[in-house]
């Protein structure tokens, strides 16, 4: 997984999405009892598309799709977009996820994290979110709290506006226009989430690694989850506190295991 590091969000290249024109559908003529073959004007129909293109029918109002954002520890932020109607059904981004995918300038101000990552199941295990036979994809962006980038309610709901507006921009154009709006920031009240609360494992470890390699390799991202008489040399040289790693796995009592993978990096790694 690449995050953005400061300034290190994706780049793109620019791409103009045209709208193209709603054809008009000709009526025919019908005949009337006088034998004239004029149409009444009441008769007069119209295309679903012609429909949609005037304002768009009142299923489509209402149905409409709304993006919360969750603002986690260490400036990591998720958001998703779920139907108005019902929160268990995923929006479609497919779109917007296209962009993201391309590099294209015109969602690189949203600075979004690659690849798109499943939403984590909440009901404790470390599965993903699913609709129907899909899984349900979040959006993701790291902000580098530790070079003072702003991680504010105010920010996060921003960042929730500018994405809900490039959906709304992007389904103009759609068979099904719909439009999306910003439904509000769920960070709960008792303050940023471990990361793990919404990501899986795995994401959990890419981001962890992008940010505090080194401190994973020395050990301090685990102090004090350690023997005791290695928890008495890390506070002789870090001092005591809470180990970096309940930021990120507030499920997990010893998230060490998900690391080893990079331990022949170094042959004196401190857990082997």
Known sequence: ???????????????????????????????????????????????????????????????GDVVYVVRLRQGVRIAYAVKASDHTKAANIQDLVNLIRNHDESVDHVGICTPILPRRALDGTNNRMMDGANFMRQLVQVVNVHEGEDDSPEAAKKWGTDIAQLLTDLSKVSPNPTTCSFGGDLTPASGPPPVDT?????????????????????????????????????????????????????????PRDFFREIKHLYRDCWWT
């Open 198 to 254: 919404y990501l899986r494992n795995r994401d959990v470890v890419d981001i962890a690694l992008e940010f505090f390699y080194f401190e994973i390799i020395d050990g301090v991202f685990f102090n004090p989850i350690c023997a005791d008489e290695l928890a008495l040399y890390l506070e002789c040289y870090f001092g005591s506190g809470p180990p970096l790693s309940a930021d990120f796995f507030g499920r997990t009592a010893d």
């Open 1 to 63: 997984m690449r995050a953005p590091v400061g300034n290190k969000t994706v780049k793109a290249k620019a791409a103009a999405v045209v709208a193209s024109p709603v054809k008009k559908v000709c009526n025919k003529k019908t005949s009337t009892k006088s034998g004239k073959g004029k149409a009444p004007s009441s008769m007069t129909m119209k295309s679903s598309k012609e429909k949609n293109k005037e304002g768009g029918n009142d299923l489509q109002k209402k149905d």
